[in-house]
């Protein structure tokens, strides 16, 4: 049977109904947004700072064999046992069987987008191991049965009491508990005995540095320095595509890293783990999962200096109204449309069509990714992919005749004055067009930049040839 | 050994890029220069990070005892401070869960972030102390302030040596329910910075 595309219009009609969540959904991002956009007027070499990423990553991707090569025998100078997995299930077993070798029953973890892909939990815990999120969002999540809704806040899209209600019904807190304070005092009451009786420990890494064998771990809780020095045993899952090749070039990243995910000058913690610590052992996991095939694919291996900020997802219109679980995949927002149909193109078919086309999530990408043109390049190949649905097929067809004559094109806008102020809404707000659902467009302009152009410009342009 | 190793290696080096097309950029130092005392503490606050408070007369001890009123364990992992134990002492790392002050001292700070830094040697191979003790006070010196991530990626010798190094800045912190932020979610609940000079 053919998996079913993700209904994203469907999920986010439904995340747009709840008034209270999409409003604080929607402000606190923009908030992040504009946060970010401080932290980036401090700094006069932003802009440098951006190109300077994003040419060390696409030297890094271009040069991955050797840097991975390169890191796999400094990290194991260090005493870091280093493994490969092709997939997601490589990457469970050997997980599994490290944990079997030492006896480990309860494995502590922090945020790992690469655990998520491989569905981690899902495996390991029928097999008898029992897996702890430490990050306050995740844990949330991770009781709720949810998937993260955001790379960074894994529960942004939560209120105070449904979390009361979530701790509740796990902790036996008060389910009528509206302090954030309180709650998060009892997630680190819950989470101390679970950290201090841990069999193993597991973090993701941020950056892996090919010149001296270590990887960057960026939290603010601290719960990765948590699940890394309490246990005796540290495994590291880790992307393929997160190299750099010097240390000196970390000073790049960790300067954009967090001022772009939060508007926070710095992660509160930044870890390097170079080698085990006394006394205990170090496995880093390398998993490709897609990422070597990616890097074949000409408009869209660029997609893999992502850095996971969250920063598209934080400015992108369509992401703040919709949610991140509405996308049905691990990766949301702008950076997941462009991403998650390389895992599975029909499934993820609709997500590069969650998008105004506005540009906004390649303008803030702080590797540059020009996200907004690999939306345009996948809604390409799924057309030819047969992946669109009717709607969007007919819709895209009249578009690319409209677009494609300009005589018609100019015909249609200025038609559109009339038709925005004529029309009933019925016509303009139907079933062929679930964005307008939940939205007014925008007042119609009195006049176009082309005619105003023809009626102006052009008439002095006569004029000045005729004085001249 | 690991075959998924070589296909991967392989795969890659079939589908990457030209390499002749994406050169390396040279390693630059960019931004603010300043490595001063102000920039720092100014860096620091904005973290939720703490200058302690030296009085009159004032040793570390007694600026930690009016700070930390209530604290039973002060565990010292410096050689001229006493503590009511020293970190040698904690046999595991689990045992450093009992610690309501560690006391510590930084190598280096980073002006531009309010960072301190601090790896096994500095906390004497255990490291979960950092992070289980409930506040963290740590010994600076004003002449080991490096101007920003820059300068400190490049000019300290840590990043290439220690196994595990750690830039604190501020205090544990999160903002993951409704987005309050929240000073102190599960490591460290407050960090203060003891100037030495």
């Given at each position: 049977?053919?998996?079913?595309?993700?209904?994203?219009?469907?999920?986010?009609?439904?995340?747009?109904e709840?008034?209270?969540?999409?409003?604080?959904?929607?402000?606190?991002?923009?908030?992040?947004?504009?946060?970010?956009?401080?932290?980036?007027?401090?700094?006069?070499?932003?802009?440098?700072?951006?190109?300077?990423?994003?040419?060390?990553?696409?030297?890094?991707?271009?040069?991955?064999?050797?840097?991975?090569?390169?890191?796999?025998?400094?990290?194991?100078?260090?005493?870091?046992?280093?493994?490969?997995?092709?997939?997601?299930?490589?990457?469970?077993?050997?997980?599994?069987?490290?944990?079997?070798?030492?006896?480990?029953?309860?494995?502590?973890?922090?945020?790992?987008?690469?655990?998520?892909?491989?569905?981690?939990?899902?495996?390991?815990?029928?097999?008898?191991?029992?897996?702890?999120?430490?990050?306050?969002?995740?844990?949330?999540?991770?009781?709720d049965?949810?998937?993260?809704?955001?790379?960074?806040?894994?529960?942004?899209?939560?209120?105070?009491?449904?979390?009361?209600?979530?701790?509740?019904?796990?902790?036996?807190?008060?389910?009528?508990?509206?302090?954030?304070?309180?709650?998060?005092?009892?997630?680190?009451?819950?989470?101390?005995?679970?950290?201090?009786?841990?069999?193993?420990?597991?973090?993701?890494?941020?950056?892996?540095?090919?010149?001296?064998?270590?990887?960057?771990?960026c939290?603010?809780?601290?719960?990765?320095?948590l699940?890394?020095?309490?246990?005796?045993?540290?495994?590291?899952?880790?992307?393929?595509?997160?190299?750099?090749?010097?240390?000196?070039?970390?000073?790049?990243?960790?300067?954009?890293l967090?001022?772009s995910?939060?508007?926070?000058?710095?992660t509160?913690?930044?870890t390097?783990?170079?080698?085990?610590?006394?006394?205990?052992?170090?496995?880093?996991?390398?998993?490709?999962?897609?990422?070597?095939?990616?890097?074949?694919?000409?408009?869209?291996?660029?997609?893999?200096?992502?850095?996971?900020?969250?920063?598209?997802?934080?400015?992108?219109?369509?992401?703040?109204?919709?949610?991140?679980?509405?996308?049905?995949?691990?990766?949301?927002?702008?950076?997941?449309?462009?991403?998650d149909?390389t895992?599975?193109?029909?499934?993820?078919?609709?997500?590069?069509?969650?998008?105004?086309?506005?540009?906004s999530?390649?303008?803030?990408?702080?590797?540059?990714?020009?996200?907004?043109?690999?939306?345009?390049?996948?809604?390409?190949?799924?057309?030819?992919?047969?992946e669109?649905?009717?709607?969007?097929?007919?819709?895209?067809?009249?578009?690319?005749k409209?677009?494609?004559q300009?005589?018609?094109?100019?015909?249609?806008?200025?038609?559109?004055?009339?038709?925005?102020?004529?029309?009933?809404?019925?016509?303009?707000?139907?079933?062929?067009?679930?964005?307008?659902?939940?939205?007014?467009?925008?007042?119609?302009?009195?006049?176009?930049?082309?005619?105003?152009?023809?009626?102006?410009?052009?008439?002095?342009?006569?004029?000045?040839?005729?004085?001249? | 050994?690991?075959?998924?190793?070589?296909?991967?290696?392989?795969?890659?080096?079939?589908?990457?890029?030209?390499?002749?097309?994406?050169?390396?950029?040279?390693?630059?130092?960019?931004?603010?220069?300043?490595?001063?005392?102000?920039?720092?503490?100014?860096?620091?606050?904005?973290?939720?990070?703490?200058?302690?408070?030296?009085q009159?007369?004032?040793?570390?001890?007694?600026?930690?005892?009016?700070?930390?009123?209530?604290?039973?364990?002060?565990?010292?992992?410096?050689?001229?401070?006493?503590?009511?134990?020293?970190?040698?002492?904690?046999?595991?790392?689990?045992?450093?869960?009992?610690?309501?002050?560690?006391?510590?001292?930084?190598?280096?700070g980073?002006?531009?972030?309010?960072?301190?830094?601090?790896?096994?040697?500095?906390?004497?191979?255990?490291?979960?102390?950092?992070h289980?003790?409930?506040?963290?006070?740590?010994?600076?010196?004003?002449?080991?302030?490096?101007?920003?991530?820059?300068?400190?990626?490049?000019?300290?010798?840590?990043?290439?040596?220690?196994?595990?190094?750690?830039?604190?800045?501020?205090?544990?912190?999160?903002?993951?329910?409704?987005?309050v932020?929240?000073?102190?979610?599960?490591?460290?609940?407050?960090?203060?910075?003891?100037?030495?000079?």
């Open positions: 049977m053919k998996v079913k595309p993700v209904n994203h219009a469907k999920a986010a009609e439904a995340f747009i709840d008034t209270a969540h999409m409003d604080f959904h929607d402000e606190r991002l923009w908030d992040l947004r504009q946060k970010r956009d401080g932290q980036m007027h401090i700094l006069p070499e932003w802009q440098e700072l951006r190109a300077r990423a994003s040419a060390i990553k696409e030297h890094t991707l271009a040069n991955l064999p050797e840097y991975l090569e390169q890191f796999e025998a400094n990290a194991k100078k260090n005493g870091i046992h280093v493994h490969w997995a092709a997939d997601g299930a490589e990457h469970n077993r050997i997980v599994g069987e490290i944990l079997e070798k030492h006896g480990a029953k309860s494995l502590i973890k922090s945020k790992s987008m690469v655990t998520e892909e491989c569905c981690m939990r899902e495996y390991l815990e029928p097999r008898g191991v029992v897996v702890t999120e430490t990050d306050l969002g995740e844990r949330i999540q991770q009781l049965n949810q998937m993260p809704s955001h790379i960074v806040v894994p529960a942004v899209h939560k209120l105070i009491p449904d979390v009361a209600k979530i701790f509740a019904e796990h902790y036996h807190t008060d389910p009528n508990d509206n302090s954030a304070q309180s709650l998060a005092w009892q997630q680190r009451l819950a989470a101390r005995p679970v950290i201090l009786s841990a069999d193993a420990g597991m973090t993701g890494g941020n950056f892996v540095v090919a010149e001296t064998g270590s990887f960057v771990v939290t603010n809780e601290g719960n990765a320095d699940s890394a020095t309490v246990p005796g045993l540290h495994i590291a899952t880790i992307g393929i595509e997160r190299l750099v090749p010097r240390m000196a070039d970390m000073g790049v990243f960790i300067r954009l967090s001022r995910a939060l508007g926070s000058p710095i509160q913690y930044t390097h783990f170079r080698g085990p610590q006394k006394g205990s052992e170090m496995h880093v996991v390398l998993v490709d999962n897609g990422r070597s095939h990616r890097l074949g694919m000409e408009d869209f291996w660029t997609s893999l200096k992502c850095i996971r900020c969250g920063a598209c997802m934080n400015t992108c219109p369509v992401y703040r109204r919709s949610g991140g679980l509405s996308y049905g995949a691990v990766y949301s927002g702008p950076i997941g449309a462009i991403i149909p895992f599975n193109e029909r499934k993820y078919s609709t997500l590069p069509f969650a998008s105004t086309m506005n540009g999530c390649t303008n803030v990408c702080p590797v540059k990714i020009n996200i907004h043109e690999q939306l345009y390049k996948w809604r390409r190949v799924l057309a030819e992919h047969h669109l649905p009717f709607v969007k097929r007919e819709v895209m067809h009249m578009a690319g409209l677009m494609g300009p005589t018609l094109y100019r015909a249609a806008i200025n038609g559109t004055e009339v038709a925005l102020s004529t029309m009933p809404r019925f016509v303009l707000y139907n079933w062929l067009n679930p964005w307008g659902k939940h939205r007014e467009l925008p007042h119609p302009v009195k006049q176009t930049f082309h005619s105003w152009y023809k009626q102006n410009r052009l008439k002095n342009k006569k004029k000045e040839g005729e004085s001249a | 050994m690991s075959t998924s190793r070589d296909a991967i290696l392989t795969r890659l080096r079939d589908n990457r890029p030209d390499p002749k097309a994406h050169p390396l950029p040279p390693v630059a130092r960019l931004g603010d220069m300043d490595n001063g005392q102000a920039r720092f503490e100014n860096s620091l606050q904005i973290l939720g990070g703490q200058v302690l408070e030296r009159e007369g004032d040793t570390l001890a007694t600026a930690i005892a009016r700070r930390f009123p209530d604290s039973k364990v002060i565990c010292s992992a410096v050689p001229d401070f006493e503590g009511t134990i020293r970190i040698e002492e904690l046999g595991t790392p689990q045992q450093a869960a009992s610690v309501d002050v560690l006391v510590v001292r930084s190598p280096f980073i002006a531009e972030m309010g960072s301190i830094y601090l790896s096994e040697a500095q906390l004497q191979d255990l490291n979960s102390a950092a289980l003790t409930q506040h963290i006070v740590v010994i600076l010196s004003a002449k080991n302030l490096t101007a920003n991530m820059h300068t400190a990626y490049m000019d300290r010798p840590e990043f290439h040596t220690a196994n595990y190094g750690v830039l604190m800045s501020g205090p544990s912190a999160t903002a993951d329910i409704q987005g932020l929240i000073r102190g979610a599960q490591g460290v609940r407050t960090l203060s910075v003891w100037w030495e000079d």
